[in-house]
């Protein structure tokens, strides 16, 4: 990897460039939360994996870029469809193949083969699967999710529509925190565990081919765009999905989650004013507080509250993905994962896309 973003060593610490690290912690939080409270994972974990790349590729890139979830992954662990184990051999084989992808400069040709509706409907998938688990989950629990619901709409009425579930998010601490008290600081225990390969199944393929899918659109090839068009920065797809390999290689092993870079949080915090790196500096920290902190809310967070939360994060996914130059494509992948599995829509949708670029 290219060292030459150490020499943009402007970083600020301002009131815009906090601001812009919340517009890019909108959709983490909130997912994070959820893996950690209906799986065995550790949010302290997940958090501090979130924490140490936020600043290391903020000050490597010398930009405020982005380091999210790999939301096809967190959606099908999240789902049940995924095991803890094989959610971790799943990041490790993307960060495989994102590292050879991305050192080796082949992005841009295995970026032919999936189109931009194929993308779409692997993005409208997930969110159906999300959506499926967010009301699931609520219905154990109308009042809360009544209550979720009318605080959400309260927010998207005021103009804040992508910022209402991590409100949500919010307004579920305060009220575990008046259930069970304000929690006590834990310093988490480091160890090194790689899965077993007994949990590399078809299902772990299947769902890292579909984030994969994900990925080279959005956290690569859409990503390196915004940072040219908002930063003038000559940051290509193959560094960031070499940087993305790199990431998933060294943090998964310490229990954090398959990360990636991301097109939305970019876009996130360029809105909310981030203008240099300080912006990752700050959401790190933040991150590392919440690791330290949240630990015992988790445990007692209401789960009518979480579903409201996916429900909404599932609403946005889908209306990303019918902005679509092919709508009957895109909901037809969109539809066959969310009723089969997100790998075998993936499949399917990428030879109905080639069959229609070669009718064209």
Same mark, same amino acid.
């Given at each position: 990897?290219?060292s030459?973003?150490?020499?943009n060593?402007v970083?600020?610490?301002s009131a815009s ?12 939080f909130?997912v994070? /939360?959820? #893996?950690a409270?209906?799986?065995?994972? @550790?949010l302290?974990?997940?958090l501090?994996?979130?924490? =140490? %790349?936020? &600043?290391?590729?903020g000050l ?6 982005s380091?999210e979830?790999?939301?096809a992954?967190?959606a099908?662990v ?8 094989e ?5 490790l ?5 994102l ?7 082949t ?5 032919q083969?999936v189109?931009q509706?194929?993308i ?7 969110g159906?699967l999300l ?5 699931r989950?609520?219905?154990t629990?109308?009042t809360?999710?009544l ?7 309260? /927010?998207? #009425? ?5 910022? @209402? ?7 579920g601490? =305060? %009220?575990? &925190?008046t259930?069970?008290?304000v929690p ?6 480091f160890?090194v565990?790689?899965p077993?390969l007994?949990?590399l199944?078809?299902t772990t393929i299947?769902g890292?081919v579909?984030?994969?899918?994900m990925t080279?659109?959005n956290?690569?090839?859409?990503t390196?765009?915004?940072l040219?068009?908002y930063y003038?920065?000559?940051v290509?797809?193959d ?14 092993p310490?229990?954090a989650?398959p ?7 970019v ?12 912006a ?5 920290v933040?991150?590392a507080?919440a690791a330290?902190l ?13 579903g409201?939360?996916l429900?909404?994060i ?9 902005d679509?130059?092919h ?7 969109g539809?066959l994962?969310?009723?089969?599995n997100?790998?075998?829509a993936f499949?399917a ?5 080639l ?6």
């Amino acid at each position: 990897m290219s060292s030459e973003y150490w020499r943009n060593d402007v970083v600020e610490f301002s009131a815009s460039e906090f601001t812009g690290a919340i517009g890019d912690s909108v959709t983490v939080f909130p997912v994070v /939360v959820a #893996i950690a409270a209906l799986t065995e994972l @550790s949010l302290t974990h997940l958090l501090l994996g979130f924490a =140490v %790349f936020q &600043i290391v590729w903020g000050l490597y890139y010398g930009l405020p870029v982005s380091v999210e979830p790999m939301k096809a992954l967190a959606a099908l662990v999240i789902a049940g469809a995924l095991t803890a184990s094989e959610f971790a051999v799943a990041g490790l084989l993307a960060g495989v193949v994102l590292l050879v992808v991305g050192s080796t400069g082949t992005l841009g040709r295995i970026e032919q083969y999936v189109g931009q509706p194929v993308i779409r409907g692997v993005q409208l998938g997930v969110g159906l699967l999300l959506l499926e688990t967010g009301i699931r989950l609520s219905l154990t629990g109308l009042t809360l999710a009544l209550v979720s619901t009318i605080v959400a709409s309260i /927010v998207i #009425i005021g103009g804040y529509r992508t910022a @209402s579930p991590l409100v949500v998010l919010c307004v579920g601490v =305060v %009220f575990t &925190i008046t259930q069970v008290g304000v929690p006590t600081p834990q310093l988490p225990a480091f160890t090194v565990s790689l899965p077993n390969l007994s949990s590399l199944s078809m299902t772990t393929i299947e769902g890292t081919v579909a984030q994969l899918a994900m990925t080279v659109g959005n956290a690569a090839v859409a990503t390196s765009l915004l940072l040219s068009d908002y930063y003038d920065a000559d940051v290509s797809a193959d560094e960031l999905s070499t940087s993305m390999g790199v990431m998933n290689l060294f943090a998964v092993p310490f229990g954090a989650m398959p990360m990636c870079h991301g097109s939305g949080g970019v876009a996130g915090k360029y809105a909310f004013g981030a203008r240099t790196a300080g912006a990752n500096v700050i959401l790190g920290v933040i991150y590392a507080v919440a690791a330290v902190l949240a630990v015992g809310i988790v445990a007692a967070f209401p789960l009518p509250m979480l579903g409201i939360v996916l429900a909404l994060i599932a609403i946005e996914l889908g209306r990303a993905g019918l902005d679509t130059e092919h709508v009957p494509l895109t909901i037809g992948i969109g539809l066959l994962g969310a009723v089969t599995n997100i790998g075998i829509a993936f499949v399917a949708g990428a030879l109905g896309y080639l069959l229609l670029e070669q009718r064209t």
